[in-house]
């Protein structure tokens, strides 16, 4: 079995080993979900949240979002746009999804004056194609084009019911 930080560096190279290892380890979980809330303090960091009222409430708003998005992903992923050989359960999403957010801690590099928000953006965007490989491994698909379909589908839905709360409590 692998290292924490041998985890966390297969799954943000992508390494689709790395992401069955974790989905099999039923015993990552907290891993994933230590991962998840390290990245958004990292965000929170790097974008300059000064109190510590707004950094917490960014972690609570991003765990929330991650595992609604995670739902999302194992309805549309298992229901909606299966593969020939898909099973898989929350917690192996949880886990996968979790893992892939690992990128995502060099969001704190984000307070570095003129370069900054680029390691930022960078950050994030490598954390969605980590998402990507992340389903993709989860949902046994054999194609990365799979992957990405739920991943789109799940964060459309997802950005419509965020917005609609976001009307709604407004």
């Known amino acids: 079995m692998s290292t924490l930080a041998n985890r966390l560096l297969g799954s943000a190279w992508l390494n689709a080993d790395s992401y069955e290892e ?4 039923t015993h990552a979980n907290v891993q994933a979900i ?8 990292a965000a929170a960091l790097g974008a300059r949240t000064t109190s510590l009222g707004s950094m917490v409430s960014l972690v609570v708003v991003a765990l929330t979002s991650w595992v609604i998005w995670v739902l ?3 309805l549309i992923g298992t229901h909606l746009l299966p593969g020939k050989s898909t099973h898989a359960d ?4 949880l886990r996968t999804t979790g893992f ?3 990128p995502g801690i060099l969001r704190v590099f984000g307070v570095i004056p003129v370069v900054g928000w680029a390691i930022f953006l960078g950050a994030t965007v490598w954390m969605l194609f980590s998402f990507v ?3 993709r491994q989860a949902l046994d698909y054999t194609n990365t084009g799979s992957a990405l379909a739920v991943c789109l589908l799940g964060w459309l839905i997802h ?3 965020f917005f609609g709360f976001v009307m709604v409590a407004v």
């Open 34 to 41: 230590g991962i998840v809330v390290l990245s958004s303090i």
């Open 90 to 93: 929350f917690g192996q999403l």
């Open 133 to 135: 490989v992340a389903v």
């Open 72 to 74: 999302l992903t194992l």
């Open 22 to 25: 974790v989905e099999a380890d």
């Open 100 to 102: 892939s957010a690992a």
């Open 159 to 161: 950005g419509l019911l």
